[in-house]
């Protein structure tokens, strides 16, 4: 193959690809990007048998095929590079790159040994506007577990469509995250998927910038799911396994409430978490006469207090949160208000801003910590 | 450094668990004696020092020590009795308000009150008659300004001896030892600095700042400090609990990992309930395994929240035993560990 392009377009492409390449691979040919020529454009991917990331470019090809480079050391060479064109040529084993008065030659993988896409016999798609779907993923994949050990289900976000609706849930069990939002396009059967928190992750890297994306199941038993958004496409593997029951452990109602400053909350919390210290982080939340009373205390370091000025309905009371779990829920509240509702000492918390986001409904769930 | 804790006594019981054999039967005295126990893959857990020449030591495989010594008289260890000798050693080492750190049953660092060495000869030398006339056991003894030298100095007058290093004399006293003896210089960085000719303290002692960076990195300082004999720790009284563990010699090397996880489930039960115990919860769960090729491989993970519920420990295990990756290989040794221990209950309820 050859083609010759901006190194501003190429060096994205690649930097993007790199990323998803696990740096730990046993196979060789998964350390490298695949670079593949078709008329006026070059598709770069990279994989790492989970999640394959695809990114195109504009490029003048003058001979089509396809080339595998090491990802990471092109990445940093192509980084390297100032504003300008280069020319590539690639063959099985090398590609060449020409670059004003540099020449580098890279050993190459023969590309027909690079893992094909899954076969895209499709089951159930969607589009969505890509800033409903970018804040819908930021508004919960921090939210899922992080600990491999208690499986992949809970290290996933669930994606639940229903007629045009879509409904995104991430959980590790002391915390619910959910994102209620519209599709543009209405499905017939409603269908769950589990994807891997990171992938969802990579589509707010990479396609968040996007008008539409387009979303679609993969695979015989729709065990693939595709984004895909302007030049880049994202397509990973999705977690077979039970979603557990979010509805049921969001109560339907609450009997007491707060409206709270979101900002002078989160930096009172800041401050009593210095002095709660130890692992658990614990701050107390004591409610009454429109006032929010956040206290911390440790033997090693003292003792906090803050008063906070709040709307209270309902009776008093008193609560103690993981200071941590509490301070992240607010930092992904966007908006100066926080409402938080409660059931008793023992019971879920719920947050949501006051004012909805115009693209989409968030709701956390936060359980408590016992006294 | 103030005159109270001026200086630093090691203390530790010859051949223990050998020399109470040999206390309580007479007729072994002299003869060469292995504690060990019955099991088809018994090490040796101390030999007298009868049995010491013929490179009969502790964890040398009970069957390559009778092959080696074949006179060798091997008696069952009696960890009950061990104990209770223990008991009365530590109360002695405690008697006058002493600071002690103990290290195991039968050895431990006491803080010697003196305001010369002599003084603090004698506190030592004191101390090893009272263990005599209460155990009938001999003690061996060092005494200088730090722990380390204290250790190194007891260690090298065995059996039955006192050394005691004046203030001063530690780096001359050190120098023409093995690099090995220094703590924190494991066989790896022995064979580093055997690469560049040292092999005595004094040696690397006498290397430069440049040269001492390059080997230790950012542990130069301190590395040259120890060659010279400056130990600054302290003896600590309570050494704070910062793991828990508990692991299983298997008679027989398994390969079924359903046994393996067998044995994780009972380790798991056994590591909540003692850290019920202590009122404390773990944040990490590792697993170690000791293949049949004695190779030895650990994993750990981490816990987004605390605890010491047995089936969360469990799956945990579970999982670090899988990122093993064992693929089928025997397995000899298999042990799960609890870390980040913090003081208190698990408080973070659960949605489901």
């Known amino acids: 193959m050859k083609f010759s392009c901006t190194t501003k377009d190429i060096a994205a492409a690649v930097g993007a690809a790199s990323k998803v390449v696990n740096a730990h691979t046993t196979v060789p040919i998964l350390s490298n990007v695949l670079l593949q020529g078709e008329s006026e454009k070059i598709a770069v991917r990279a994989t790492d048998l989970e999640l394959t990331l695809e990114h195109a470019f504009p490029a003048q090809v003058a001979e089509g095929g396809s080339v595998t480079i090491p990802a990471k050391l092109f990445a940093s060479y192509l980084g390297n590079l100032a504003a300008g064109t280069l020319e590539l040529t690639g063959t099985p084993t090398r590609a060449s ?43 919960t994949i921090f939210a899922a577990s992080s600990e491999e050990a208690r499986g992949a289900v809970l290290m996933g976000t669930l994606l639940e469509v229903e007629g045009k609706s879509l409904t995104m849930v991430a959980t590790d069990g002391y915390r619910l995250a959910k994102f209620a939002t519209t599709i543009e396009d209405e499905v017939s059967a409603n269908e769950k998927f589990i994807v891997p928190s990171r992938a969802l992750a990579e589509v707010a890297r990479n396609l968040g910038g996007g008008e539409r994306i387009e979303v679609s199941a993969l695979g015989a038993q729709s065990n693939q799911l595709r984004m895909t958004g302007g030049d880049v496409s994202i397509t990973v593997r999705l977690v077979d396994g039970q979603y557990p029951n979010y509805q049921q452990v969001i109560p339907a109602k609450f009997d007491r409430s707060v409206t709270v400053s979101t900002p002078a909350l989160i930096a009172s919390l800041r401050r009593a978490e210095l002095v709660a210290g130890d692992r658990a982080s614990m701050v107390k939340l004591a409610i009454a006469n429109q006032t929010l009373i956040v206290t911390a205390s440790s033997d090693i370091s003292g003792n906090a207090y803050e008063e906070l000025e709040v709307e209270q309905s309902g009776e008093d009371l008193t609560i103690a949160f993981n200071a941590r779990y509490l301070v992240e829920i607010l930092n992904h509240i966007k908006g100066d208000k926080a409402v938080i509702e409660f059931l008793g000492p023992l019971s879920p918390a719920a947050i949501r801003p006051l004012e909805p986001l115009e693209t989409g409904q968030q709701l956390y769930v936060l359980m408590p910590l016992r006294q | 450094m103030n005159a109270r804790d001026k200086f630093v006594a090691h203390f530790d019981v010859d051949a223990f668990y050998a020399s109470v054999a040999v206390r309580d039967h007479p ?135 006192l050394l005691a290093i004046a203030p001063g004399d530690e780096a001359a006293f050190l120098a023409p030892l093995p690099v090995g003896r220094l703590w924190g210089i494991g066989p790896k960085m022995q064979a580093r600095l055997a690469v560049f000719g040292i092999a005595t303290i004094g040696e690397l002692a006498a290397l430069d700042d440049a040269r001492m960076r390059e080997l230790f990195g950012s542990w130069w300082r301190e590395a040259r400090e120890l060659a010279h004999g400056i130990d600054r720790r302290p003896v600590e009284a309570e050494r704070e609990t910062k793991s828990i563990s508990t692991e299983e010699t298997f008679e027989y090397d398994v390969s079924d990992e359903r046994q393996l996880v067998g044995v994780l489930r009972a380790q798991a039960l056994e ?63 298999l042990g799960t560990r609890v870390a980040s221990l913090v003081e208190g209950d698990a408080r973070q309820t659960s949605l489901f």
Do not use: W
Request: hydrophobic share 40%; aromatic share 6%; with cysteine.
């Open chain 1, 97 to 139: 790159v020409k670059y004003e008065r540099s020449n580098y030659d890279f050993h190459a993988l023969p590309a027909d040994e690079y893992p094909p896409l899954p076969a895209a016999a499709r089951g159930s798609q969607f589009g969505i506007a890509g800033r409903r779907f970018r804040d819908g993923i930021e508004a």
């Open chain 2, 27 to 161: 007729e072994l005295r002299g003869k060469p004696v292995a504690v060990a126990g019955s099991s088809r893959r018994a090490v040796v857990l101390t030999a007298s020092y009868e049995a010491r020449p013929y490179g009969v030591r502790s964890a040398v495989p009970l069957y390559k020590a009778r092959m080696a010594c074949p006179d060798l008289i091997v008696v069952p260890p009696d960890m009950q009795k061990y104990r209770a000798i223990s008991r009365e050693i530590f109360e002695i080492f405690e008697r006058d308000g002493r600071t002690v750190e103990g290290m195991s049953m039968d050895e431990a660092f006491v803080a010697v009150e003196a305001a010369t060495l002599d003084e603090a000869r004698e506190s030592a030398a004191q101390i090893r008659r009272e263990i005599f006339a209460c155990t009938r056991l001999t003690v061996s003894a060092g005494v200088a300004s730090g722990k380390m030298i204290a250790k190194i100095a007891s260690d090298s007058c065995k059996p039955d001896g």
């Open chain 2, 271 to 333: 590591l909540a309930e003692a850290l019920e115990r202590a009122h404390t919860v773990c944040a990490t769960v590792g697993v170690k395994v000791r293949r049949a090729d004695f190779t030895v491989v650990g994993r750990q993970a981490h816990l987004s929240e605390p605890t010491r519920e047995a089936r969360r420990i469990f799956r945990t295990a579970v999982h670090c035993l899988r990122r093993v990756e064992l693929q089928g290989a025997p397995v000899r040794l």
